[in-house]
């Protein structure tokens, strides 16, 4: 299984950026994809997640601003950042829990590449 992210890039305040992240590989069933970051000498923050019944959830600091938007592809995970500020600024990593197989007793976590996401202000 392989999570390749995309998107992100340079953004002035009160701008936007779109990520995306796509499974692909080896997959029974997801069971919720998340996106995280991490600024500069900061540990790394839950920002978003979507469970398979579609329900999101976001950390407060980005709520009304950022969402993920409803994807017919089950296998993808955008998030779609608004009026973004410069401490939105760092590393944005997805990451998923699939079920590889059906046999599969639990999920197994997965995490993509970062892609870097830089506010100016």
């Known amino acids: 299984v392989q999570l390749q992210a995309s998107g992100g890039g340079l953004a002035v305040a009160g701008g936007s950026l779109r990520l995306s992240c796509a499974a692909s590989?080896?997959?029974?069933?997801?069971?919720?994809m998340r996106w995280y970051r991490q600024a500069p000498g900061k540990q790394r923050e839950l920002v978003a997640v979507?469970?398979?019944?579609?329900?999101?959830h976001y950390v407060d600091s980005v709520k009304g601003r950022f969402m993920i938007p409803r994807q017919n592809d089950k296998n993808r995970v955008d998030l779609r950042m608004d009026r973004l500020k410069p401490e939105d600024t760092g590393v944005y990593y997805c990451?998923?829990?699939?079920?590889?197989?059906?046999?599969?007793?639990?999920?197994?976590?997965?995490w993509g590449q970062g892609t870097q996401v830089t506010v100016s202000s």
């Open positions: 990451n998923a829990q699939i079920y590889p197989r059906r046999e599969n007793s639990s999920p197994s976590d997965f």
């Open positions: 590989g080896s997959i029974f069933s997801i069971e919720s």
């Open positions: 979507i469970l398979p019944n579609g329900e999101t």
